[in-house]
Every structure is written in C-alpha cells, then in structure tokens.
C-alpha cells in the first residue's frame, strides 16, 4: 500500500527548517525546537528522519549513466574528458551528514531503548549510504561521526582519512543497521528494512572489492567475501524471487512499468509515489529523451540459442531491425521500440506502433528508443502526474552480485549459476549460462585487460539486464573499465541498411562507412583519462582547508 508517502511531505519542511541553519545550533532558544529537547518520542524521532529517504535515487536518476551503453545528445564531460575542477560544490555536500549525526548524538533523549535502536540503526544506514556515495566520488574523504558547528574550525579543517578507515566505518554501520532494523513485513512499504540493508551491503562491498582489485590496491578478498555472504543472506531468507508470469516476451518489460511494486516479488524496496501526494515525469520526459541504447550496447546481447553473434551458427546480420531482434535475446525487444511493442495504448485501447526506428535525435540519438520504465498509459504521460514505483533495490542485482562475487572468489559453480544468471534468463526462455562457457567470443569488450570466459559472460549479463538502471558508471569505475569509453561504437547509433533508409520519407542522419548512425559529427573518437575515475573536489575548499589537499590525481 501506498500510505506511509504522506510523512515525507509533511515532515521535510520541519527538518529542513530544523537542520539546515548552524546558527540556531549555537544557543538553546527558549521559544524554539532545540536538539536537548526534541528525539525524546517516537515521533520525533520518525518526524526527524522521514527526510532521510530523499537522499535514496529518484526518477531523475535514471539513464544517469551516459557510459558506453546509453548515449546523449550532448557527450558526458566526465566520458570526454571535458570535467573542470568546480570553483565550488561539485558534490562535496554535508547537508545530510549533519542530520545523521544530529539523530544519533541525541537519540539518547528517547528513553525506549527499542524504540531508539530502531532508529539508530536506520540513520546508521543512511550515513553508510550517505559515505559510500561520496567514497564513490572522491576516493579519500573525513569521516565525521558527530554533529559539528561552524565554531569547531578543528575538526571542520580535518585531513581527508583513507577510504580504507572509511569503508570500515561503512560496514560497522551497515551491520548495526542489518542487525536491528525491522524484517519487511514488520514495517511500511518504501520504508528501510533489514534485507534492503543486505541488499545494499552486497552492492557496496562487491563495488570495493573489485576497486581495490583492479586498481591495485590489494587487501580485497575479504570484500568479496562479505560480498557474497550479504547476497546469500538475501537470497536464503528474504523471500524474493524474480518476477515473471510465463510471459517471456513481456514480463522483462512490464516489470518497469508497474503502478504497484509493493506485492511485486522482485522488489526489495520500492520507491512509492500516490496520485497528487508524490508524483514524477519519467514516461513524460522519456519521450523526448535526447538518449539511446549504443550500438556498443546493443551488440552485447546475446542471439537467441544463447551464444554470441560472433558464434552462433544460425545468426545471419538482417538488413531489418525487426529481423534483427527476433534473433537475439528476448530482453533486446522489451528494451527497445519494436513493432512489436506499444509505444501507447491509448484509453479506449487503441495500440500505437512505430512502424520504422525513431532517428530524430531529440526523441533519440542512436535509432534504439529505450523503452524500459517507458509507460503505454496515457495518465502517465501527463507532465509531472506519473505514479509508477521505482526500484530502490531489485533481487535481480542482488543475484548479479552474488554471481560475481562467487566468480571472482573462485567459487562460482553450475549451482550458484542456476541461483542467479540462469534465474533471470529463465523469464525470457534464454539458454542457461554453463561453468565451462563454452565459447570464446572475438568480440567480448576489451577491458584494458583479460578476463575469464565465465566472467566476460557474467560482466555481460549484468550489463543486459541492469541497463539503464544507474549501474553501468560505477561498473566501468569499479573494473578500471575506462578503456570501454574508446570503443567508437560507444558513441554510435543503429545500423541502417539501404533498405532501410528508403522505408523514410526523408533521411538526413550522418552514417559511418558502415551504415552505423553517428551521434556527434564533430566527435567521433575519445580517450579515457584515468583521473575520471574520481571527481576532483572544489577549489572553495581546497583553499579554506588546505588539508584537503593534494586534489585526487590528476586534478592537482
């Protein structure tokens, strides 16, 4: 149900008004709401931390990546080495730290122990969320586990501590909030709980793990490990399955496209939006997306018989993109506009269909219209007023982290395989994934690096079935992938064979000497640069506190 939404409307402009001024923290005005006097209920408690959740993705966030699998209109500075060190913010914001830490010193107030754990242990959540999105970012950062004041130049000027010290307190807080937050069905819809908490911990120690791995910073196996036991903890016991109906050409769609997620077997945690209360413009702005699948991307699926393009004996290259998909992996056409897909259903139930690929660049840049999250009803095409949940946390990542964690711990057998990849494979009727691959494909993406056939394979799947759902950046940090930005056809579209072309009124896109679309005419190659791995921090704050610095490499 959709009923606990209304809290965080109600509560954010008390917390924004409570937590956002450092001078009203200096005195203990006698007319006003003050941290010694406020924490000591359950209301306050659950008032303070409603707005915590707005720190969680929205949906905004998706399509975020502008990798190597979704290119824009306009190229992403971080992908074109075009980022600039920020005169100010560039993400370094302490705004919700300071909130943690406001709860969590005085929660004490609260005298019901279980009623104060309870809540310490969902701030210590959003503070390990909070920290982890900025280790992301920028590598080394403070760690700040109190309330500070403007007054307390000491600590406010701190060194940066190492990622190491932070990731540590990450998982110290990880596991006080797994251990005390309530089971799901012990608490509201979209509301924190233990196996979201799993979830997340599966997430934050297999993105470490692989850093330290790939960039040579060793001590990781430990990492992998929690990885691992974190996913299996959500697997054995949470309940979850992958959701299908024995539709296999429509449950990977509709999936992304539900009103409701709160029954959905898939869904971890949902973000909840109601009629009039919490309502976004995902279906609305995605028809003028300015975005699209790469080409690079859309080579990655695999044919149907579950090999790749490059081996399958029965794979013939089609001069018509319909042609084409019907002979790959089911997933390709409930990702992508087809004529078998609607784009809208209109309310007396007339289907539309585009009959032809949509090559306005400001509908989309490559030919390969995304239509995941992408609604046919109409009352969520009106601007700003859709209500379809999001996915905070979805079991398929979750089964993808435990795959690969298993993989690079050497331990993932045919049994692990069957318990993820071959789960989601098994709602599209795909060919299940084998220890022993059984291919070597020509075209597996060069990572800078090689890589076990089972891993190139596994990298594959979450590529697949986590596309477009904000991974893919963190992924290619994460490897030390950048090299996967120089693939020309990162930045290129479809494939329009003459055919094709004459089934248009008008034709004016630029092609490649092999038909492919091109997205930037003045741009048709880039070079990584591995200081884009982390975000330089601002220059306001490197000069006020010049122990901040040197800036992350490269950025110096």
């Known amino acids: 149900m959709k009923n606990n939404i209304f809290l965080l409307i109600a509560a954010?402009?008390?917390?924004?008004?409570?937590?956002?001024?450092?001078?009203?923290?200096d005195v203990t005005p006698k007319d006003k709401i003050t941290p010694e006097?406020?924490?000591?209920?359950?209301?306050?408690?659950?008032?303070?931390?409603?707005?915590?959740?707005?720190?969680?993705?929205?949906?905004?966030?998706?399509?975020?990546?502008?990798?190597?699998n979704i290119t824009?209109?306009?190229?992403?500075?971080?992908?074109?080495?075009?980022?600039?060190?920020?005169?100010?913010?560039?993400?370094?914001?302490?705004?919700?730290?300071?909130?943690?830490?406001?709860l969590l010193q005085y929660s004490v107030n609260c005298k019901d122990k279980t009623v104060r754990t309870r809540y310490q242990a969902l701030t210590r959540f959003f503070r390990a969320y909070f920290y982890f999105e900025m280790v992301k970012r920028f590598g080394d950062i403070p760690w700040y586990d109190t309330e500070l004041f403007v007054s307390e130049t000491d600590q406010l000027n701190k060194p940066r501590d190492s990622r190491e010290l932070v990731m540590k307190n990450i998982l110290e807080d990880l596991d006080f909030a797994i251990e005390h937050l309530p089971k799901p069905n012990e608490t509201k819809t979209g509301?924190?709980?233990?196996?979201?908490?799993?979830?997340?911990?599966?997430?934050?120690?297999?993105?470490?793990?692989?850093?330290?791995?790939?960039?040579?910073?060793?001590?990781?196996?430990?990492?992998?490990?929690?990885?691992?036991?974190?996913?299996?903890?959500?697997?054995?016991?949470g309940g979850y399955s992958i959701y299908k109906t024995d539709k296999p050409l429509q449950d990977y769609y509709n999936l992304f496209v539900q009103?409701?997620?709160?029954?959905?077997?898939?869904?971890?945690?949902?973000?909840?939006?109601?009629?009039?209360?919490?309502?976004?413009?995902?279906?609305?702005?995605?028809?003028?997306?300015?975005?699209?699948?790469?080409?690079?991307?859309?080579?990655?699926?695999?044919?149907?018989?579950?090999?790749?393009?490059?081996?399958?004996?029965?794979?013939?290259?089609?001069?018509?993109?319909?042609?084409?998909?019907?002979?790959?992996?089911?997933?390709?056409?409930?990702?992508?506009?087809?004529?078998e897909l609607p784009f809208k259903v209109l309310s007396d139930g007339t289907k539309q269909f585009n009959a032809l690929p949509i090559i306005d660049t400001k509908y989309c840049t490559t030919g390969y219209y995304v239509m995941k999250y992408h609604s046919t009803d109409p009352e969520q095409w009106n601007i700003g007023q859709s209500t379809l949940d999001v996915f905070i946390f979805r079991y398929a990542e979750v089964l993808l982290n435990y795959a690969e964690a298993k993989a690079e711990l050497g331990e993932c057998t045919q049994e692990v395989l069957d318990q993820t990849v071959n789960e989601l494979r098994d709602r599209v009727e795909m060919p299940h994934l084998k220890v022993n691959v059984g291919f070597t494909d020509p075209n597996w993406p060069d990572y800078g690096y090689e890589l076990s056939p089972l891993l190139y394979e596994i990298r594959r799947e979450r590529a697949v079935e986590l596309v477009g759902e904000g991974f893919r950046w963190d992924d290619i940090v994460r490897w030390k992938a950048g090299k996967l930005l120089e693939a020309p056809k990162s930045m290129l579209g479809m494939k329009v064979s003459d055919k094709l072309k004459e089934q248009y009124d008008s034709f004016s896109r630029e092609l490649t000497q092999d038909n492919l679309l091109i997205v930037y005419p003045d741009r048709t190659t880039r070079k990584w640069d591995d200081k884009l791995y982390l975000h330089p921090l601002p220059i306001d704050e490197t000069t006020m506190n010049p122990n901040l610095l040197p800036n992350n490499p490269g950025w110096e």
């Open 37 to 68: 006097t406020f924490f000591s209920t359950e209301a306050d408690l659950q008032a303070f931390s409603t707005n915590f959740y707005n720190s969680l993705p929205k949906d905004r966030d998706l399509y975020k990546d502008d990798a190597d």
């Open 259 to 339: 009103e409701d997620l709160a029954s959905n077997s898939e869904c971890i945690m949902p973000r909840v939006y109601i009629t009039k209360l919490l309502m976004h413009n995902n279906t609305r702005q995605m028809e003028e997306s300015y975005t699209g699948l790469s080409r690079a991307m859309f080579e990655q699926y695999l044919c149907a018989d579950g090999l790749p393009t490059a081996v399958s004996p029965g794979y013939e290259e089609a001069d018509m993109p319909m042609d084409e998909l019907m002979q790959r992996d089911p997933r390709l056409r409930q990702t992508i506009d087809n004529p």
């Open 72 to 102: 824009h209109s306009t190229p992403n500075s971080a992908a074109t080495d075009s980022r600039t060190v920020p005169a100010s913010g560039g993400g370094w914001e302490w705004g919700y730290l300071r909130r943690f830490n406001t």
């Open 191 to 237: 509301n924190m709980h233990k196996y979201a908490a799993l979830a997340f911990k599966s997430r934050a120690c297999l993105y470490e793990a692989s850093f330290r791995k790939y960039h040579g910073l060793g001590d990781y196996e430990e990492l992998y490990r929690e990885a691992a036991d974190a996913a299996a903890q959500v697997i054995e016991e």
């Open 12 to 25: 954010s402009i008390f917390i924004l008004s409570f937590s956002s001024c450092d001078d009203l923290l």
